[in-house]
Structure formats: structure tokens, C-alpha cells
């Protein structure tokens, strides 16, 4: 069985930064990419980032230039840098993972979600 935990959410100021984990484990043969998605209340999920196993990495454009996203060099993390935060970044922030339980076999999965909430 394979998790995704995600950490860091919280309360942070506009202009304020903050910095979200999320950690895979289980029975994990290898992890393709990994990325985070957000959904506002009374909005659908849309991707914020993403990260394939080699490195490379695409992003939102409202993101572009204040979010970072990164990997451990065991790869089984992801995190997610936040800077400059704006009052529209509000969201639950969930992690998504393709991850291979074999060599033949990979699926997509998700963690719960970590709230991020800006504001003064």
C-alpha cells in the first residue's frame, strides 16, 4: 500500500512564504512524476506543479516565479516552496504522485491535502 503525506500547510500573511512536504511511502518500485495541485472552495483542482523523475519541472503561470518545486535525492519527497503568497493562493494543497508498485505496474495517487490559507 502506497501514502502520500503532505505537511506545512498553516496561516501565513500575504507576501509571507511558506514551504509544503509531502513524503511517499509503501511498496514503491519507483516514482515517476510527482506535483501539487490546489483547490479553492467553489473552484476545481488545478495543477500548481509538477516534477518528473529527471528533473524537469512545469508550473502554473499564476505561480511562475514565486512557487519552487523540488525533490529529495531519494525522490520518495516532494516539496513545494512558496514565496511571495497572495490571498488567491488559498487553497487546500494536495500532492500527486505516478508511482510504480513494479516494474510493470504504476498508478496515480493522492494525499489528503494540506490547507493553505493566506491572509492578514
Known amino acids: 500500500q502506497v501514502q502520500l503525506v503532505e505537511s506545512g500547510g498553516g496561516l501565513v500573511q500575504p507576501g509571507g512564504s511558506l514551504r509544503l512536504s509531502c513524503a511517499a511511502s509503501?511498496?514503491?518500485?519507483?516514482?515517476?512524476?510527482m506535483g501539487w495541485y490546489r483547490q479553492a472552495p467553489g473552484h476545481g483542482r488545478e495543477l500548481v506543479a509538477t516534477i518528473t523523475s529527471g528533473g524537469s519541472t512545469n508550473y502554473a503561470d499564476s505561480v511562475k516565479g514565486r512557487f519552487t518545486i523540488s525533490r529529495d535525492n531519494a525522490k520518495t519527497t516532494v516539496y513545494l516552496q512558496m514565496n511571495s503568497l497572495k490571498p488567491e493562493d488559498t487553497a487546500v494543497y494536495l500532492c500527486?504522485?505516478?508511482?510504480?508498485?513494479?516494474?510493470?505496474?504504476?498508478?496515480?495517487?493522492w494525499g489528503k491535502g494540506t490547507l493553505v490559507t493566506i491572509s492578514s
Open positions: 509503501g511498496s514503491i518500485f519507483s516514482i515517476e512524476a
Open positions: 500527486n504522485a505516478f508511482i510504480k508498485s513494479s516494474r510493470y505496474y504504476g498508478m496515480d495517487y
